[in-house]
């Protein structure tokens, strides 16, 4: 008999992390979870209370465990990845980090990008930045993630992979509120505001994500790999979608030039290539397919 995998899961408590840890235990993983304590664990898995942030609350909860694949489900900064790296050096045979298609930022390409876009090596990271602001974190949240990937990257103390997630969309439990924010102005007729030039970008429903971190747990690739849905979705579909769901539901786009945006708006491309985690094996739904049942689970209505 096979013996089984011993997991870390750093975070995971919510949304797509709740299913990765259900797969991971249905699949006979041993798996661990570490957080603040905040909430428990799904039943059968081990649960480790520390602040990530501190790097000696990090080592006394691990104590000696061995492992042979991390999943880091919240790392934001660089300083989390350092101390992450120090603590987990020799600890693991695989270190997963779940990372966002918004590392892609600063990139201005109409076609879908790939991941030699942004190279982890060659990514600055500067440890002296205002990190433990959580405004300053949230205005700078792609340039987290990628000196994240880049802290990581750097020293091979582990195999090192970063799943650049896209845009998360489906179940009841999401607690972006982003689709209920198009169903809320759909329903009293408010407009939806949009960039001028405004542009798609690619998605992922959350059961395929899930999915998506399970697999990668069990492949020995490094590097960073995007994970998408095929195909791309504007605001206006994802509008049209939302009004299918909604008595007399019609979305009146207002394009602006200056001011906030709706969720889900981009002035620039948001379109992800998944050829790289095509060609390793997995296989991506399309985004028209699952659209209508992410927007009814989140909704809470019929398909």
Not at 78 to 104: F, K
Not at 135 to 161: C, M, N
Not at 272 to 299: C, I, K, Q
């Amino acid at each position: 008999m096979e013996k089984a995998r011993e997991i870390l899961v750093i975070g995971g408590s919510r949304y797509f992390g709740k299913r990765l840890i259900a797969r991971l235990l249905d699949a006979g993983d041993r798996v661990t979870v570490l957080n603040r304590g905040s909430s428990a664990p799904p039943p059968g898995a081990d649960h480790l209370i520390a602040d990530r942030d501190d790097e000696a609350s990090l080592k006394r909860a691990l104590g000696s465990g061995m492992f042979d694949v991390v999943v880091d489900q919240v790392c934001y900064t660089p300083r989390q990845a350092a101390i992450a790296r120090r603590v987990l050096a020799g600890r693991t045979r695989r270190y997963v980090m779940t990372s966002t298609v918004e590392v892609y930022e600063y990139e201005d390409s109409i076609a879908p990008v790939r991941e030699d876009a942004v190279d982890p090596a060659t990514v600055s990271v500067d440890l002296e930045l205002p990190w433990d602001d959580p405004e300053f974190l949230d205005s700078h949240y792609g340039e987290g993630k990628r000196q994240a990937e880049s802290v990581f990257a750097a020293d091979a103390a582990f195999p090192f992979t970063a799943v650049r997630v896209a845009h998360v969309l489906g179940g009841a439990d999401d607690f972006t509120g982003r689709l209920t924010y198009y169903a809320d102005r759909i329903r009293t007729g408010e407009p939806v505001a949009v960039a001028v030039d405004n542009q798609p970008a690619t998605y992922i429903h959350v059961e395929e994500i899930a999915d998506f971190l399970a697999w990668t747990v069990g492949q020995d690739f490094t590097g960073p790999v995007n994970a998408a849905s095929h195909g791309l979705l504007s605001t206006e579909e994802l509008c049209e979608a939302v009004a299918a769901h909604l008595p007399d539901g019609k979305a009146v786009l207002q394009q602006v030039e200056v001011g906030e945006v709706s969720p889900f708006s981009f002035a620039r491309s948001y379109g992800m290539d998944n050829s790289r985690a095509t060609r390793l094996g997995f296989a991506f739904g399309h985004v028209r397919r699952w659209l209508p049942r992410a927007v009814a689970e989140t909704l809470g209505k019929d398909v």
